[in-house]
């Protein structure tokens, strides 16, 4: 028995004098939870869902609406390298230089994630596991209701156009469109 | 030594099943940094340091001129609540609703810390120790110098307020000034 209680001992403090190596794991994944928080709070932030209908008078498709969703971020050119950080996390998107000549200091750069399937599968949920804060939270709920019924294909339907469109007018974010 | 064996098992079983308490306080640490990267990334998108300078001719001070460092966090109405959150988190500043009358949607409001003691050991101290990823990360660093410089009282001489001045040429955020 005094065996046994010394084999706990000596595992308990084997457990124990583990965290030496553990902590920089612990760093990493604090680090990582961190970047996760930053990430939802920059977007709250600067970051913005739209979805913008576009007309295409010549589109061989029966309705010639085209339903455009975008997950965009807008920052000043100095801020580059904090958007680059959000485009490696997603692994998706592009970042755009948008060349603005009216009074502002800094030409704002745009990331932005357009394709259906990175939104779908990396955006979306990335925020619906981590909820954003401010109001655009309800602008992710209703985008990523949309984008899911474009994957069914509703928005080639009349009622299913017709349905977006009042989804869009619930959206807050109007800035972008 | 199977005996020995066998408390080790029940001992490594007993500290991994452990976690169902454990679990709970690291579901709130996990969230606790999360909240701390979130502020960080809204300050990023949102947030703003800036040191501005009032003129007050009748000042009994030698030198007429005030420097009135802020940090600020400006939000779209809608938003209240996360900015309501950010000042919680800081337990300082106060929220204002800057009512506008152009062409934008949403009346802004404004978080504001202007209390030297809680720029001092509030504000500061917690992006010191959880640094933006932005451009904003100089302004808080020449906005940190500039405190503490205030906090010695060399504002209050002509060199120190000179220093300050071209410190605060520096900065990158004129936004709000």
Known sequence: ??????????????????????????????????????????????????????????????????????????????????????????????????????NHHEHPIKYVVRNREDLLTKVIPFFEKYPLLSAKKKDLRIFAKIVRMMNRGDHLKKSGLEKIRLMVREMNNRKFR
């Not at 977007?43 to 965009?72: A, I, M, N, Y």
Request: aromatic fraction near 14%; charged fraction near 25%.
């Open 1 to 102: 028995m005094l065996l046994g209680y010394n084999i706990v001992k000596v595992t308990l403090y084997l457990i124990y004098n583990m965290p030496s190596k553990k902590v920089s794991g612990a760093d990493n994944q604090q680090e990582r939870l961190r970047f996760i928080g930053w990430i939802v709070g920059f977007v709250d932030g600067e970051g913005c869902f739209t979805v913008s209908f576009f007309k295409h008078p010549k589109s061989r498709l029966r309705l010639k609406w085209q339903v455009f969703p975008e997950f965009v971020i807008t920052q000043g050119m100095k801020t580059r390298s904090a958007v680059e950080k959000v485009k490696k996390h997603f692994g998706c998107g592009e970042i755009y230089l948008n060349r603005r000549h009216d």
